[in-house]
């Protein structure tokens, strides 16, 4: 019986036709979502590029891009130009580079944890890797220059992951219960621990610190965006390759294995590539919740939980969220500017919600 | 199938070739262990178990709560590391395969199916293939899912979320998963547990037929009339131990089961087949 294979020749049984997954038609979806998913993050990046106090009409930012690729167009005049390329461009690049990060490390993340509710926000490892960039604010430290912060928010986020990761997990999966107390154990850790570095700083890097605790793109400069490029870059490369293998660990660890998987250094490959996205994401934007939760959530109810479109879907879905929030949080309250992680958070949780509450009823339970 | 990619850690600690397995041959030892013995948490849970099963023939494990089947089973999985003793696999210590070596040798159906998505039951079954992703067998896939599928009477539903399934569904499902994965060798850890009686049955016809295309079947049993109908041999362990092991007919001893389940039972012969029956005493 075959009638999802070929659905021409075989004669569905009452019952199946009903059937809202299937390889096919689900398959179709997934092209269809990432055909949307790109365009609309193309227009989004455009329109944020020339929305702002500063409007710049969507031709001449066009033509301005265009000129500079060395493909015709034409150049704006300074101030434009300078808006753009100074102030607009590199932060719609973070915008996009620090939501394709987080949603990404949030599809991995749920994936690994084989648990919808696991986020590096809500687990506590935005948290974590804040409180390395934090330490490396409050005590002056520039041993590696610019570079300085995003490490250390890498390997606080890194020992926090694996933190998280031993204490949060049993026989392969991660209890609901056991991964939000964790999450709140180390939230709270962490918050202390930032408290202690705004105990310990001056007022200059006070106000540093705090804007790590709201998140925020504001500050955006392309030395930024070149420095969490490479990190971005390579997480985000390397997460699709795991698509496969991380839909097998839905069905627990000793079943993958059985299925020839090396659970062990699937772990640890894909905890590394978690902290090296959520770091890189962190050390430049501060906190961002939910966008790695609700993201990967939307994704795996419209086109099904298979991994090997959530993972690089979530990464575009993430870009496109971050760049449609950050143009709110500039343009929303103008000529005030919103913090990013406040808005995310405050959209993001009641939506939060209501997912929670119907993909609940719906699976009967989460565990 | 798309050619396989290779991650950046494959591509620097490169996996050794896979050895694809060769046709099973009918009475070849599939999988056996040698003066095994298994420590858990500090208890000795298996010890000095010598036991093979060859190829074309189901061997049933039974024996009371605690008895170490599934851990015996776990064992011949190579899934736990054995204290003393060995286990091989298709002629080689178990420990010697890598993973994605042995699963292409042996299948084994866990106790209770999970998933942590909800997948769709086709995709469950589907990926009882991955293990053959790569190889030229990969081609069979749609026909192995299609087979199983069949063969554990899932395919009614093979569009329905595996989380919207009943228990007995699920198990079908997992079922359907393992038998699609084309392994040589099929463990399977009490699959009859969560069925009805028509289910129970299939599942246990599902066992014969494999071992008549020439795979070799190790299930792990709480029904010994079951056992004693389906099984060429059966191995009851007790305390840790292979208390006795051959054909049903020998091995189904009241003496002997009744020690063993510290409950007194009647072994009597079926009036029409002849095969034991196993009852106990009321």
Redesign the interface.
């Known amino acids: 019986m075959s009638l999802l294979k070929h659905p021409g020749t075989a004669t569905a049984p009452p019952g199946a036709a009903t059937a809202e997954g299937g390889a096919h038609p689900r398959r179709r979806r997934t092209a269809l979502l990432t055909a949307g998913l790109t365009a609309a993050l193309l227009c989004t990046a455009l329109l944020s590029a020339g929305v702002g106090a500063y409007d710049i009409p969507l031709g001449d930012v066009l033509g301005s891009v265009l000129h500079h690729l060395g493909l015709g167009g034409a150049e704006l005049d300074r101030v434009g130009e300078s808006v753009l390329w100074d102030v607009r461009l590199p932060r719609v690049a973070l915008a996009l580079l620090v939501g394709a990060s987080l949603g990404c490390a949030g599809a991995l993340m749920q994936g690994v944890f084989g648990n919808p509710l696991a986020e590096p926000g809500v687990i506590g490892i935005s948290m974590g890797s804040a409180v390395g960039a934090v330490a490396s604010i409050a005590l002056g430290m520039s041993f590696l220059g610019n570079w300085t912060i995003t490490v250390c928010a890498f390997v606080a986020g890194l020992v926090t992951v694996l933190l998280v990761y031993a204490l949060s997990r049993s026989g392969g999966r991660a209890e609901v219960v056991t991964l939000i107390l964790t999450g709140i154990a180390m939230n709270a850790f962490a918050g202390a621990l930032v408290g202690l570095g705004v105990f310990l700083a001056d007022n200059a890097q006070v106000t540093q610190i705090t804007f790590w605790q709201l998140g925020s793109l504001a500050q955006a400069t392309w030395p930024k965006v070149l420095a969490v490029l490479p990190c971005a870059l390579l997480g985000l490369a390397a997460a699709p390759l795991y698509g496969r293998k991380l839909d097998l660990l839905a069905l627990g660890e000793r079943p993958a294995r059985h299925l020839g998987v090396d659970v062990e250094r699937l772990r640890l490959t894909l905890v590394l590539v978690v902290a090296l996205l959520t770091a890189a994401a962190v050390a430049v934007s501060g906190v961002i919740t939910f966008v790695g939760l609700l993201v990967p959530h939307v994704l795996r109810m419209a086109a099904g939980p298979g991994h090997r479109f959530l993972v690089p879907g979530s990464a575009l879905g993430g870009a496109l969220v971050l760049v449609a929030a950050d143009l709110a949080a500039r343009t929303a309250a103008q000529p005030a500017e919103l913090p990013l992680g406040v808005l995310t958070a405050l959209l993001g949780s009641p939506f939060f919600f209501v997912l929670l509450r119907r993909t609940r009823r719906r699976q009967g339970g989460w565990a | 199938m798309s050619p396989r990619?290779?991650?950046?850690?494959e591509a620097l600690f490169p996996a050794r070739a896979r050895r694809l397995p060769a046709p099973p041959v009918l009475g070849a030892v599939a999988a056996e262990a040698r003066a095994l013995r298994v420590r858990l948490a500090g208890r000795t849970v298996l010890s000095e178990v010598d036991l093979a099963v060859a190829a074309g023939e189901v061997l049933a494990l039974v024996g009371p709560n605690g008895s170490g089947k599934s851990t015996l089973l776990a064992a011949l999985?190579g899934?736990l590391p054995a204290e003393s003793g060995e286990v091989r696999v298709d002629g080689r210590p178990a420990g010697a395969w890598?993973?994605?070596?042995?699963?292409?040798r042996?299948?084994?159906l866990?106790q209770s199916a999970?998933?942590?998505?909800?997948?769709?039951?086709?995709?469950?079954v589907?990926?009882?293939r991955?293990?053959w992703?790569g190889t030229a067998v990969a081609e069979d896939d749609?026909r192995a899912?299609?087979a199983a599928?069949?063969a554990a009477e899932v395919?009614?539903?093979?569009?329905?979320?595996f989380?919207?399934l009943s228990g007995g569904e699920r198990a079908r499902v997992a079922l359907a998963r393992v038998l699609a994965?084309r392994a040589a060798l099929l463990l399977l850890d009490e699959p009859t547990a969560a069925l009805d009686l028509r289910h129970q049955e299939l599942v246990l016809r599902v066992c014969r037929e494999r071992a008549a295309a020439g795979d070799a079947v190790v299930v792990v049993l709480h029904d010994l009339g079951l056992a004693g109908a389906y099984a060429d041999r059966v191995a009851v362990l007790h305390e840790g131990r292979i208390a006795a092991e051959g054909p049903p007919g020998r091995v189904f001893d009241p003496e002997l089961l009744s020690r063993v389940y510290s409950q007194p039972v009647e072994v009597i012969d079926h009036p029409r087949t002849g095969e034991p029956l196993v009852i106990p005493r009321r």
Do not use: H, W, Y
């Open positions: 990619f290779r991650t950046p850690f999985a899934d890598t993973a994605a070596e042995l699963a292409l042996r299948a084994v866990p999970e998933l942590s998505f909800p997948f769709a039951v086709e995709e469950v589907r990926m009882g991955a293990p992703a749609d899912v299609r599928m069949a395919a009614g539903f093979a569009g329905r979320s989380a919207a994965q």
